[in-house]
């Protein structure tokens, strides 16, 4: 079975601090997908960033970065000097061979100026 | 470049009532199009979702339904509103925008509510 467990159900903190959302993903599947997802207030989803399972580089993205461990079945995001404007819903999703996307439960982070 | 839109953005229906919410998309052909549905506070859950015209998988089963006429146009219908049905629906496509048939674009959303 799939799932993707995001263990952070909201987190607070200061501008310029960092922050990590993880996510724990499970699958059987040897190929497979991984995303994260932006939810501002306003409600639409922002895709982030794709990874395939044959891809465990890290990216950063400018203040975004992400960590793909298949090792221990993570793919957690990192927020360098977070700003307000990073106040959101963060999902972390997974798609295997099937054309479902499974999402986690969502990570609620909050920025306090 | 690729656009997806929904209507109406928001909306106030009593019980009983029926329901229609459409999602078209432009710039792309051939989209896989998603109906999801995301109660307050909540995650995110696949209500259906199409792979052409006329295709369409539920994922459970409720009083809504799904249709498919155009090739970038989802529908999401229901006869009879229950209080239940109140939440934020999202469409999302999936093609080849990025080279994959991988990663959703979601909608704006609207954002239902039943009283």
């Known amino acids: 079975a799939q799932k993707v467990t995001q263990a952070q159900t909201e987190i607070s903190v200061v501008e310029k601090e960092d922050v990590t959302l993880d996510c724990v993903y499970e699958?059987?599947?040897?190929?497979?997908?991984l995303f994260w997802y932006k939810q501002p207030p306003s409600g639409e989803l922002v895709f982030l960033i794709r990874?395939?399972?044959?891809?465990?580089q890290n990216e950063i993205s400018g203040r975004y970065s992400w960590n793909f461990q298949k090792s221990t079945s993570s793919f957690n995001f990192t927020i360098t000097a977070s700003q307000v404007v990073d106040s959101a819903v963060y999902f972390c999703a997974l798609k295997t061979s099937y054309d479902k996307v499974i999402f986690g439960p969502g990570t609620s982070l909050s920025v306090i100026p | 470049s690729q656009t997806i839109h929904q209507w109406p953005a928001t909306l106030v229906q009593p019980v009983g009532s029926p329901l229609s919410l459409e999602c078209t998309v432009e710039g792309t052909s051939n989209p896989n199009l998603y109906w999801y549905r995301q109660a307050a506070g909540r995650g995110l859950q696949l209500l259906f979702y199409?792979?052409?015209?006329?295709?369409i998988s539920s994922e459970v089963p409720q009083n809504l339904s799904a249709s498919r006429p155009q090739d970038r146009q989802f529908i999401l219908s229901s006869k009879k509103l229950l209080l239940s049905d109140s939440g934020f629906y999202l469409c999302?496509?999936?093609?080849?925008?990025?080279?994959?048939?991988?990663?959703?674009?979601f909608g704006p959303g609207t954002r239902l509510t039943v009283l």
């Open positions: 990874r395939n399972s044959f891809d465990e």
């Open positions: 699958t059987r599947d040897t190929t497979y997908y």
């Open positions: 999302a496509w999936s093609g080849l925008a990025g080279k994959t048939y991988n990663e959703q674009f």
């Open positions: 199409s792979v052409g015209i006329g295709q």
